[in-house]
């Protein structure tokens, strides 16, 4: 079966790689001049444990399924990575009480070796910590998402499929013989494939209303949660990561490090009309007064613009967050379809995870 995934993101290119190894002839159609380079490539880059997820819910089935998987393929393909953990922290009595019930939720989402610890203890991980009751969670780390997605990209290519790079798909439109798909780019054409995957992020519902015979009123509002990330500019003062109990409309600022120990935090929430990659940096401001709650040793002018990005949100403020949308012929009832809607944190950590449910869908 030939198969088209459009999106060279890590979902998308963890997809054609499942698809590939399954025995299909594949082809990704990337409109940018490069892989990863959208939600992808703009993120915490957080292996997920899988704490906050609604029972039954896509987010907490993929979440820690795919970042058991995600391990896996870090250590058998030489992905940098490392299992460093975080603490989940409270500073008042109402966020108390809110962990409590993420601790539960993380069982029941199977997450291994969570456990609630005093304040007392976690200063004795963290001495630059305040806090009155903290969440240990060893399963959660970190990774090099760039160098996943070339590991994806060399499954990939290993097993005959191709990326096409600088080709923007314009519409698709269901014939006798298959999709016929059409393709902008410096050579505009059009070719024929038997199963189409639309992996294609922040484009994702633009490609949905472009799929003739797909009805509209299936894609689903798109929203723009943009995420500003400040870095550090001393000496780390963190060996694992920091979360606050978690806000509507995101995980709250956070300290993240990258693989060669740098701290960051973020990101914040900021609903934009349009996608812009620039760092206010006025907004430090708000961010010192939530880092400080949890990390009142935080210098002033310590915070430097560094990096934010766009994540493509089903819900706009004030709404209830909604689960990951894998809309395949089961739902749709449109043969060896299928559309990814609203494919954000944990994205990464659940790619491979995700690529599974969403190849099972090509015979259908």
Same mark, same amino acid.
């Given at each position: 079966?030939?198969v088209l995934?459009v999106?060279?993101?890590?979902?998308?290119?963890?997809?054609?790689?499942?698809?590939?190894?399954?025995g299909h002839?594949?082809?990704?159609?990337e409109?940018?001049d490069?892989?990863?380079t959208?939600v992808?490539?703009?993120?915490?880059?957080?292996?997920?444990a899988?704490l906050?997820y609604?029972?039954?819910?896509?987010?907490?089935?993929?979440?820690?399924r795919?970042?058991?998987m995600?391990?896996e393929?870090?250590?058998?393909?030489?992905?940098?990575?490392?299992?460093?953990?975080?603490?989940?922290?409270?500073t008042?009595?109402?966020?108390?009480?809110?962990?409590?019930?993420?601790?539960?939720?993380?069982?029941?989402?199977?997450?291994?070796?969570?456990?609630?610890?005093?304040?007392?203890a976690?200063?004795?991980?963290?001495?630059?910590?305040?806090?009155?009751?903290?969440?240990?969670?060893?399963?959660?780390?970190?990774?090099d998402?760039?160098?996943?997605?070339?590991?994806?990209e060399?499954?990939?290519e290993?097993?005959?499929?191709?990326?096409?790079?600088?080709?923007p798909?314009?519409?698709?439109?269901?014939?006798?013989?298959?999709?016929?798909?059409?393709?902008? $780019?410096?050579?505009?054409?059009?070719?024929?494939?038997?199963?189409v995957?639309?992996?294609?992020?922040?484009g994702?519902?633009?490609?949905?209303?472009a799929?003739e015979?797909y009805?509209?009123?299936?894609v689903p509002?798109?929203?723009?949660?943009?995420g500003?990330?400040?870095?550090f500019?001393?000496?780390?003062?963190?060996?694992r990561?920091?979360?606050?109990?978690p806000?509507?409309g995101?995980?709250g600022?956070h300290v993240t490090l990258?693989?060669?120990?740098?701290?960051?935090?973020?990101p914040?929430?900021?609903?934009?009309?349009?996608?812009?990659?620039?760092?206010?940096?006025?907004?430090?401001?708000?961010?010192?007064?939530?880092?400080?709650?949890?990390?009142?040793?935080?210098?002033?002018?310590?915070?430097?613009?560094?990096?934010?990005?766009?994540?493509?949100?089903l819900?706009?403020?004030k709404?209830p967050?909604?689960d990951f949308?894998?809309? $395949?012929?089961?739902?749709?009832?449109i043969?060896?379809?299928v559309?990814?809607?609203?494919?954000e944190s944990?994205?990464?950590?659940?790619?491979?995870?995700?690529?599974?449910?969403?190849?099972?869908?090509?015979?259908?």
């Amino acid at each position: 079966m030939q198969v088209l995934v459009v999106g060279a993101g890590v979902v998308g290119l963890a997809i054609a790689r499942a698809a590939a190894l399954a025995g299909h002839e594949v082809v990704v159609a990337e409109a940018a001049d490069a892989i990863g380079t959208g939600v992808s490539s703009r993120n915490s880059e957080v292996i997920h444990a899988g704490l906050y997820y609604p029972t039954g819910s896509k987010r907490a089935h993929h979440c820690p399924r795919g970042r058991r998987m995600l391990y896996e393929f870090c250590a058998s393909h030489g992905v940098p990575h490392r299992k460093c953990g975080k603490l989940v922290v409270a500073t008042n009595d109402s966020e108390a009480e809110r962990l409590e019930v993420i601790i539960k939720q993380a069982r029941i989402n199977g997450v291994e070796g969570v456990e609630m610890i005093e304040g007392a203890a976690a200063r004795r991980l963290e001495p630059a910590l305040a806090c009155t009751l903290a969440m240990n969670s060893p399963e959660t780390g970190i990774i090099d998402s760039h160098r996943y997605m070339l590991a994806l990209e060399g499954d990939l290519e290993d097993r005959g499929g191709v990326i096409a790079l600088n080709t923007p798909i314009e519409r698709i439109v269901q014939t006798r013989g298959g999709w016929q798909v059409y393709f902008g $780019g410096a050579d505009p054409q059009s070719i024929t494939v038997d199963a189409v995957v639309n992996s294609a992020g922040l484009g994702a519902q633009k490609l949905g209303r472009a799929t003739e015979g797909y009805p509209p009123e299936r894609v689903p509002p798109l929203f723009l949660g943009k995420g500003s990330y400040f870095g550090f500019a001393g000496k780390p003062v963190f060996s694992r990561l920091i979360y606050p109990v978690p806000i509507p409309g995101g995980l709250g600022v956070h300290v993240t490090l990258d693989l060669a120990g740098r701290m960051r935090f973020g990101p914040d929430v900021e609903w934009v009309g349009e996608e812009n990659y620039d760092v206010d940096a006025a907004r430090a401001a708000a961010f010192y007064a939530r880092i400080r709650d949890y990390w009142p040793g935080l210098p002033d002018n310590g915070l430097v613009p560094d990096y934010c990005g766009i994540r493509p949100k089903l819900t706009g403020p004030k709404e209830p967050a909604v689960d990951f949308m894998i809309d $395949g012929p089961a739902q749709h009832g449109i043969p060896r379809l299928v559309h990814l809607f609203g494919i954000e944190s944990p994205g990464l950590t659940s790619a491979l995870s995700i690529a599974e449910e969403a190849t099972s869908y090509l015979s259908a």
